[in-house]
């Protein structure tokens, strides 16, 4: 059974619920969020609407002023109505998906799904974002068909950034609403959806909590202060910078030790939670809680962000000492085993290396992996079936890069057993068993297609979650038909290729420059459908290689500079006229180059996560590579008969001048990087690729190419006035400095087509060639280079 | 033959696109304004009136299409015309020296003068700027922002922000008290609103009547006032605390030469005794009051001891505390019932409104000389003096 999912109800409106609600509005479903009135209201306030809606109405100005933005463009926000529990709660007849946020009580929940029983229309569907009441416990008392539509839906905090949706049904769940949510909650919400069991705390913070409370037992255990345990426990470790203790204090001191209580007190014949009744916790976490320091919204935690200063003008951050329990400024560890690790690039090494050291860092390390692997060895089939939901849980959930089964095969099953057990853990005979019969990895990479081993039937499957992806890691074994040292083309099927960018951080170099251009005359001499230039990177490009051009500048060889912006301008008009469509699959930055070459292609596929914008000018520069060109067509298509035009000239040249990023896809439209006629966005990152080859395939049956124009209307001396104009204005303001000023007439002059004496047409070739001569007169200037330099050794600009 | 103000009616000045005009054309505001004013000379038949006057800061969109002669034509009859002058600021206070000096010509004998201004509906610098080439090339200040302005006189004249706020702070607490004094209530024509708008899917009927000046507040404080942002400059002075507002509004008065004055056997309350504008750097045109008003002093053979009131326009806080301090002004008896700051500045308007609020206030303090003085966009300044009569 499909259900068609167009209103919604929301039931709270706390940070999860409101963060839901801007969710699934930025999805394009109708909201509805409800909240109690307050307790407090006075008599005179009794019938205000005002004031009984105050608290649902405050939760959604909070969520809206949210960083990061909780919505994809801030005009969503007109898809969320509000209201409260006692006037509007029969409006949730409306709605086909009502979703309770409403705070931890099993019996608050049920006093709600008795209420909305007797509202919701009948095949409504009915979930719960409970991240730890057991399902079947809420759906007592309720009649059978809410139970059929009722099922566990827990979303991560903040839900439009965090991937995770678990999806938990109970016993009388209908399996076709199970199908239905981890399917519209892949594709439709972009998340990734893993099916869990009605275990407590399902899978994530399942293991999350063993993760975490071992971390603090190891933390005392080796006598390590928090700064020592952060440093080991991020991103030398592929986790993000939250590590360990930064995370406590983000999420919340008090929140994780509710969490932790919870699943102590409710989970039995866990190993490992088994050892934590009844235990005390250590003085430090007393401390904490006692005090109500929970972390970063209570002011202090684990740290402490002083007012203070040092001598660099940095914010002095104090780390709380476990012994003294005082807070005293934080260090920057010197970890022998860090140091060296940190230099090994290949992470399966560094990992490897981590846990095999003698330093007690080493140990530290060695000893969580031990506890990690047989935890989660031993939870399979307690809390999932199948290993890769533990793996998908960890990852979109927690933001490590790897799950527990994954690190482990980067280490191989027979040494993870090894050290699992040199360490006193003890690990499931079926993993055990494995290794004898020639496995030893969990995963592997065959046809084309990512595989799991499948504990039930003892073989290797595909992972189902994955059906409908194109992961090119998967097809790398396959001979690619171009691979240079930047960039690598494969055959994805049905007659498409994708180039994949492989440089460092993605940069765009001449070697992407040939592996473009030969896959797509390739396309086009033999017949191929199309070319799709994508990655699964975290980012599709930071832009050009400017280390190489800034080297070019310095040495004065202009020629071969102009010879390599002119190849630059060629290949995105190649992208753009080509016979064969050419569909972009974006994800993360879409910077400078990557943006022009967005804006030259006949189609894209944008991750909703594509922050897109033309950030050259940071390094003194205009975008030179058809970005400049591509805003004055983009102005010039929106004049229409008696349209005074300056108001969007001026637009597009502020988009340039302030190289402005767009937060989302949805953005980039309003800022002109994108175009509603060609441009797509889609939830799903992960899928970019795969839908932007559906992309070329519908594109390519009738592709009509279109052809360099020679039609754009440019605005000469007349725009060029206006633009002079406004920039005085921010060089008034200070908000530029002389040079800005200089850079920004250079982006005026290319924008208007010079300083033509009335407004004109003109061909896209011209436009190129004053944009290309105003970018190398750029790169002459001393500053410009020296903002390329600073940018390359400190990773931030120079204002000049 | 010289030439006196008869009377002088205007709207209450609203908050630009959240107020009681915030929908309502400036040509409908100044022809209800008007049909007040000549009721209230019922003498005088609307067919003698020999022009119209309208001064308006951006004569397009919905006060383009010759605004002076639309209103002219609705508000008095077709027979009468009307023309539409434009010197930014100082257009309300101009169009009243225009009619002055038609009449001292001997062109005509009644005048309606004054101006009107919706800042809702149009943009500040227009539905499409376009400086000249020309003109930017030469000085790129030409056509520079007012806010910049005021940045600049605050630097050259410095002016600290604490200055400004407080001047910003004293500015709400004179008009708050003006209005609950019921100062303003006579000069000001009621004007009712009607509006058409759909809720719930159904088209409602329903009208408010705007009376008061709202630019007003009430709750402001030196606090709140210090933590607002620059809003023109990185680290400057100049904060939409300490700047005039946005508004919407109309003001007219009624000139008329002495002849006519004695044939309808009317008291009029002023005459203009001398109105003169002058150039100023555009970088710093805030600070043109300065050149216009010893000009305006020797024309009328007067020194500043004379005057004893001034309605300074205050276009910023620092713009006033500029021309204050450069041309010597006593801050005393400098806008006696708070400016623009507070009660809000409709461009066009302004000129003609500070001179109606000016006679009333002088009046009521029995005094005989009194300025009108305002900055001008581009770089210019205008100061009139008025005596009043008995």
Not at chain 1, 206 to 230: A, C, F, H, P
Not at chain 2, 309 to 320: K, S
Request: charge should be negative; glycine fraction near 10%.
């Amino acid at each position: 059974m499909t259900y068609r999912l167009q209103k919604a109800a929301v039931l709270g409106s706390g940070v999860m619920g409101s963060g839901i609600a801007c969710h699934l509005a930025n999805i394009g479903m109708e909201v509805l969020m409800l909240d109690i009135i307050p307790f407090d209201i006075n008599d005179k306030d009794k019938n205000n609407p005002v004031v009984r809606n105050s608290i649902v109405n405050g939760a959604l100005k909070n969520a809206l002023k949210s960083k990061p933005a909780a919505l994809y463009e801030k005009g969503f926000a007109n898809k969320i109505r509000t209201g409260n529990f006692e006037d509007d709660f029969e409006k949730i007849a409306e709605a086909d998906w009502i979703i309770e946020v409403v705070v931890e009580r099993l019996d608050i929940k049920q006093q709600i799904f008795e209420k909305v029983e007797k509202y919701r229309k009948p095949g409504s569907l009915v979930t719960s974002n409970t991240s730890s009441i057991p399902i079947r416990m809420l759906v007592e008392g309720r009649s059978d068909d809410f139970k059929k539509h009722f099922c566990g839906t827990h979303f991560f905090n903040p839900p439009r950034y965090m991937r995770l949706l678990e999806v938990i049904p109970h016993e009388a769940s209908d399996p076709g609403v199970i199908d239905f949510f981890m399917e519209f909650g892949d594709e439709v919400l972009g998340k990734q959806t893993v099916l869990c069991k009605d275990t407590p705390a399902f899978i994530a913070n399942r293991i999350g909590v063993m993760s975490g409370v071992k971390m603090i037992e190891l933390t005392e255990k080796y006598d390590m202060r928090i700064e020592e345990v952060d440093s080991i426990t991020g991103p030398l470790i592929a986790r993000p910078n939250t590590a360990t203790y930064k995370l406590q204090d983000l999420v919340g001191i008090d929140t994780s030790d509710k969490v932790n209580q919870f699943v102590v007190e409710t989970v039995d014949g866990d190993e490992y939670i088994d050892t934590l009744k009844g235990k005390a916790a250590p003085d430090f976490m007393k401390f904490l809680i006692d005090n109500k320091f929970f972390g970063r919204k209570s002011g202090k935690g684990f740290y402490e962000r002083t007012r203070k200063k040092d001598d660099n003008g940095k914010t002095i951050i104090n780390a709380l000492n476990l012994k003294t329990l005082e807070y005293e400024p934080s260090i920057k560890p010197r970890l022998a085993a860090v140091g060296t690790a940190r230099k090994i690039e290949v992470f399966s090494k560094r990992l490897s290396h981590l846990v095999d050291g003698g330093e007690r860092e080493n140990k530290f390390l060695k000893e969580y992996f031990a506890a990690l692997f047989a935890y989660a060895a031993n939870r399979v089939p307690e809390i999932s079936d199948e290993i890769y939901p533990v793996d998908d849980a960890m990852r979109s959930g927690y933001m490590w890069e790897y799950g527990p089964f994954e690190y482990w095969d980067l280490l191989g099953i027979d040494k993870g057993i090894e050290i699992a057990e040199s360490c006193g853990e003890s690990i499931p005979d079926w993993v055990k068993a494995l290794p004898g019969k020639g496995i030893n990895t969990f995963y592997k990479l065959e046809d084309g297609k990512k595989k799991y081993y499948d504990l039930a039937s003892e073989s290797y499957k595909s992972v189902p979650s994955l059906e409908g992806f194109i992961i090119l890691d998967a097809i790398r074994s396959k001979a690619p038909i171009v691979k240079n040292s930047e960039c690598t083309v494969h055959d994805i099927g049905d007659g498409v290729m994708c180039v994949e960018f492989t440089s460092k951080s993605n940069a765009i170099g001449e070697g992407i420059g040939q592996g473009i251009q030969q896959a797509i005359s390739k396309a086009e001499e033999e017949g191929w459908n199309g070319v799709v230039i994508g990655n699964n990177a975290k980012n599709f490009t930071v832009g050009a290689n400017l280390m190489n051009v800034g080297m070019l500048a310095m040495k004065k060889e202009f020629d071969t500079l102009n010879q390599m912006v002119d190849g630059f301008q060629q290949l995105n008009m190649y992208i753009k006229t080509s016979k064969v469509p050419v569909v972009m699959a974006t994800q993360g930055y879409v910077f400078g180059g990557g943006c022009e070459m967005s804006m030259h292609a006949n189609s894209g596929i944008y991750a909703a996560e594509s922050y897109i914008g033309l950030v050259e000018v940071g390094v003194g520069l205009l975008p030179g590579g058809g970005g400049t060109k591509e805003m004055a067509v983009r102005a010039s298509d929106k004049f229409f008969e008696g349209d005074v035009k300056m108001p969007t000239l001026i637009e597009n040249f502020r988009t340039i001048a302030t190289g402005t990023v767009s937060t989302s896809a949805y953005e980039a439209f309003g800022h002109g990087y994108l175009l509603k006629e060609k441009d797509f966005v889609s939830a799903n990152t992960p899928r970019n690729i795969a839908q932007a080859k559906e992309k070329v395939l519908e594109m390519a049956d009738h592709f009509v190419a279109p052809t360099p124009r020679h039609d754009i209307e440019v605005l000469g001396r007349a725009g060029m006035a206006a633009l002079y104009a406004a920039i005085n204005e921010f060089r008034l303001g200070e908000y530029m400095s002389d040079y800005d000023v200089e850079i920004a007439r250079k982006i005026a002059y290319v924008l208007c087509g010079g300083d033509l004496t009335s407004n004109q047409q003109v061909s896209e070739q011209y436009l190129l060639d004053i944009e290309r001569e105003g970018f190398l007169s750029l790169l002459g200037n001393q500053k410009t280079q020296e903002r390329i330099q600073y940018l390359l050794m400190n990773n931030k600009p120079l204002r000049n | 033959m010289e030439a006196y103000i008869v009377t002088g009616y205007r709207s209450a000045v609203a908050k630009a696109k959240k107020g009681g005009f915030k929908n309502y054309r400036s040509d409908d505001l100044a022809v209800e304004v008007i049909k007040h004013l000549m009721s209230t000379v019922p003498d005088l038949d609307p067919k003698l009136v020999d022009d119209v006057i309208i001064g308006c800061a951006n004569p397009e969109g919905e006060q383009g299409l010759q605004i002076g002669r639309m209103v002219s034509a609705r508000a008095l009859g077709k027979e009468v015309p009307g023309i539409t002058i434009n010197r930014y600021c100082a257009s309300g206070l101009e169009a009243i020296s225009i009619a002055v000096g038609k009449i001292k010509a001997g062109f005509g004998h009644v005048y309606i003068a004054g101006g009107t201004e919706t800042m809702s509906l149009i943009p500040m610098t227009g539905y499409k700027l376009s400086p000249s080439y020309n003109a930017v090339m030469e000085n790129i200040n030409y056509t520079v922002s007012m806010g910049a302005t005021a940045e600049a006189v605050a630097r050259k004249y410095e002016i600290t922000r604490e200055e400004a706020d407080a001047f910003s702070l004293g500015s709400h607490q004179k008009a708050a008290a003006a209005i609950d004094g019921g100062l303003f209530k006579d000069e000001i024509v009621p004007i009712t609103v009607n509006n058409v708008f759909v809720k719930n899917g159904k088209r409602i009927e329903s009208s408010h009547i705007v009376d008061t000046d709202e630019g007003v507040r009430r709750d402001t404080t030196l606090e709140g006032l210090a933590r607002l942002r620059p809003a023109f400059k990185n680290g400057g002075v100049v904060t939409a605390g300490n700047s005039s507002q946005t508004s919407d509004g109309a003001a007219f008065t009624l000139v008329m030469s002495e002849e006519m004055v004695k044939k309808l056997n009317l008291e009029p309350v002023a005459r203009l005794a001398a109105c003169a504008v002058g150039g100023v750097d555009p970088l710093y045109m805030g600070i043109g009051p300065c050149v216009a008003i010893p000009k305006a002093l020797a024309q009328a053979g007067m020194s500043l001891n004379d005057i004893e009131q001034i309605e300074l326009n205050e276009a910023f806080a620092t713009q006033a505390l500029s021309v204050i301090k450069e041309a010597k002004l006593n801050p005393e008896i400098v806008n006696l019932n708070g400016g623009a700051i507070a009660l809000g500045h409709p461009l066009g308007c302004t000129g003609a409104k500070l001179t109606i609020q000016l006679l009333n206030e002088m009046r009521r303090r029995d005094q005989r000389y009194g300025m009108v003085t305002a900055c001008v966009g581009g770089g210019q300044g205008i100061a009139g003096i008025f005596e009043r009569l008995n």
